[in-house]
Antibody, heavy 121, light 108 residues
Framework: QVQLVESGGGVVQPGRSLRLSCAAS????????MHWVRQAPGKGLEWVAL????????YYADSVKGRFTISRDNSKNTLYLQMNTLRAEDTALYYC??????????????WGQGTMVTVSS | EVVMTQSPATLSVSSGERATLSCRAS??????VAWYQQKPGQAPRLLIY???TRATGVPARFSGSGSGTEFTLTISSLQSEDFAVYYC??????????FGGGTKVEIK
């Protein structure tokens, strides 16, 4: 079945780095734009980043621009989020999501279960 | 950045009743709005896109309407499984893609 499985979350000190992964299965991964969306504890949804189906173009929320990098390996059906210089306000459940509609997929039709990132000293 | 504002924050409704959720955009987003449902401990689920098109498998009791800056999600007859938080999202003017703050539909 169509599935996204995130991994790589954990507890990290402010200023340190972490890399999240998202393994896709059940669909042709290299046909879809992919996103990261996060949700702070008890809060709403915040879009973080997106990457074109072929990895050629990336976009970021201002809150993470210059610190986070989205990438993908289509040969491994895997999406990544490299998070550097982490801050307390980056603490959240990070979801990967498949893009739906349009060239990049402007909405999100398939979601993983999320991986929790806690930034704390 | 387009700001999406949802109201009310919490809606108390009895099973079988109609629920009407609102979402307002800070500028026109045409019909480029999606709605999601999120139950506790679960990932969001796409319900509606294009302001009014139901996603695959979404029951007909869910309907969306609106264009420009005002949007509505209506649940015609609430079932027990519909009690959840609902988010709107715009994809007309991006980046960033932006969500509303959510409306929690709770049992009255």
């Amino acid at each position: 079945q169509v599935q996204l499985v995130e991994s790589g979350g954990g507890v990290v000190q402010p200023g340190r780095s972490l890399r999240l992964s998202c393994a896709a299965s059940g669909f042709t991964f290299n046909n879809y734009g992919m996103h990261w969306v996060r949700q702070a504890p008890g809060k709403g949804l915040e879009w973080v980043a997106l990457i074109w189906y072929d990895g050629s173009i990336e976009y970021y929320a201002d809150s993470v621009k210059g610190r986070f990098t989205i990438s993908r390996d289509n040969s491994k059906n895997t999406l990544y989020l490299q998070m550097n210089t982490l801050r307390a306000e980056d603490t959240a459940l990070y979801y990967c999501a498949r893009g739906y509609l349009g060239v990049v997929g402007y909405t999100f039709d398939i979601w993983g279960q999320g991986t929790m990132v806690t930034v704390s000293s | 950045e387009v700001v999406m504002t949802q109201s009310p924050a919490t809606l108390s409704v009895s099973s079988g009743e109609r629920a009407t959720l609102s979402c307002r955009a800070s500028q026109s987003v045409s019909s480029n709005v999606a709605w999601y449902q999120q139950k506790p401990g679960q990932a969001p689920r796409l319900l509606i896109y294009g302001a009014s098109t139901r996603a695959t498998g979404v029951p007909a009791r869910f309907s969306g309407s609106g264009s420009g800056t005002e949007f509505t999600l209506t649940i015609s007859s609430l079932q027990s499984e519909d009690f959840a938080v609902y988010y709107c999202q715009q994809y007309d003017n991006w980046p960033p893609l932006t969500f509303g703050g959510g409306t929690k539909v709770e049992i009255k």
